[in-house]
């Protein structure tokens, strides 16, 4: 029982609520599509993953090399990449609602964020675009009311070291990199736990808007720093050409 209750589980965590009783290697490559497919059509740029290996006997498994494309309008071809993810399924809440997940881990994930003149970027964008591809909360509690759909919530995900690049060119500036402190999330789903199919959606809601954050936080500090610097030169020029009029 606990062997196909994992399968279940990890399905509906990662294939947005498509239940299906799979076994053996085609279950990764199940997995691995419905990632690709489901996160495409609510980020609406493409998902890809390279390898899925879901451990079902211990109900945990690992994620490697999930990319999320940029819009086309943005230089670097990806938005976010994450080399590897990790999940620990609690197995004794299988039987119980919500099914807690305790932990998912994001290693060495790199952000790219590109800003407009106009304030914006490419990761607003895809939250945008999140926005309007996932059900508002009262339409996300009809449906659970309405429906068979399992409840889940993560007691914890953490984005373990996140390589940020800043590309701030639209301001006259460049491109500047960064490591941004841990990221931590806890209680993702509230105490009652979400749908499953849309806890995807709402895990990679939270971690980008962690990351825009930061990211707004990180670009205002080098552009403040970058005017300083300017003014400091300028200031230096002016003295150098007083000093130049005063003495020959």
Do not use: C
Not at 91 to 116: G, H, N, R, Y
Not at 207 to 235: M, V, Y
Request: proline share 3%; glycine share 8%; aromatic share 4%.
């Amino acid at each position: 029982m606990k062997i196909i209750a994992s399968i279940i589980i990890v399905l509906l965590l990662l294939s947005g609520g498509t239940l299906w009783f799979l076994a053996g290697s085609s279950l990764n490559g199940y997995i691995k599509g419905q990632i690709e497919t489901v996160g495409s059509k609510v980020t609406e740029q493409a998902v890809t993953v390279k390898t899925v290996d879901i451990k079902i006997a211990s109900g945990a498994g690992s994620i490697l090399g999930i990319n999320l494309a940029n819009p086309k309008t943005y230089n670097q071809p990806n938005a976010f990449a994450l080399e590897e993810v990790t999940l620990d399924i609690n197995l004794e809440s299988l039987a119980s609602s919500p099914i807690i997940i305790d932990a998912i881990i994001i290693k060495s994930p790199q952000a790219f964020v590109q800003f407009t003149q106009t304030g914006g970027s490419n990761i607003k964008d895809i939250l945008d675009a999140i926005k309007r591809n996932t059900p508002e909360a009262e339409a996300i509690a009809t449906e659970t009311n309405t429906g068979e759909e399992p409840k889940i919530k993560v007691s914890k995900i953490i984005l373990a070291g996140t390589a940020l690049t800043l590309d701030l060119s639209a301001f006259g500036n460049k491109a500047h990199s960064a490591t941004l402190p841990d990221i931590t999330l806890s209680n993702v789903g509230g105490e009652t736990g979400l749908p499953a199919s849309q806890l995807g959606a709402e895990i990679v809601k939270q971690a980008l808007s962690q990351i825009w954050q930061q990211a707004k936080t990180t670009q205002k500090k080098k552009l403040t720093d970058s005017a300083k610097e300017k003014l400091k030169e300028k200031l230096k020029e002016k003295a150098k050409k007083k000093l130049t009029d005063l003495f020959g």
